[in-house]
Nanobody
């Protein structure tokens, strides 16, 4: 069965960095777009970044562009989110997700494009 397990969250001061990892299993990892989303209490889950199956194409929400970097290692079935220059407004639970379509094209910045989610990892940025 599909499993996505996030790790790497924690407490960090504003301006600091964290690297999130998401270990995937139970499917052909290299065939699917992988995304990162985040959610705070009382708000809908929001898009952060995604990486296409090859790893060559990435896309970011404007709020994290230039600060966050998404990448993947298809040999290790793992997707990463490097977060630099963290701000208090980055505080959230971060989720990785697997796209519905294999070798899909187009944009993947909506939760509707994903079918499996990890359990989430908490990121707290203190100001």
């Amino acid at each position: 069965q599909v499993q996505l397990v996030e790790s790497g969250g924690g407490l960090v001061q504003a301006g600091g960095s964290l690297r999130l990892s998401c270990a995937a299993s139970g499917f052909t990892f290299s065939a699917y777009v992988m995304g990162w989303f985040r959610q705070t209490p009382g708000k809908e889950r929001e898009f952060v970044a995604y990486v296409m199956w090859s790893g060559r194409t990435t896309y970011y929400d404007d709020s994290v562009k230039g600060r966050f970097t998404i990448s993947r290692d298809n040999a290790k079935n793992t997707v990463y989110l490097q977060m630099n220059s963290l701000k208090s407004e980055d505080t959230a639970i971060y989720y990785c997700a697997k796209s519905i379509r294999a070798y899909g094209l187009g944009k993947f910045d909506s939760t509707r494009e994903y079918e499996y989610w990890g359990q989430g990892t908490q990121v707290t940025v203190s100001s």
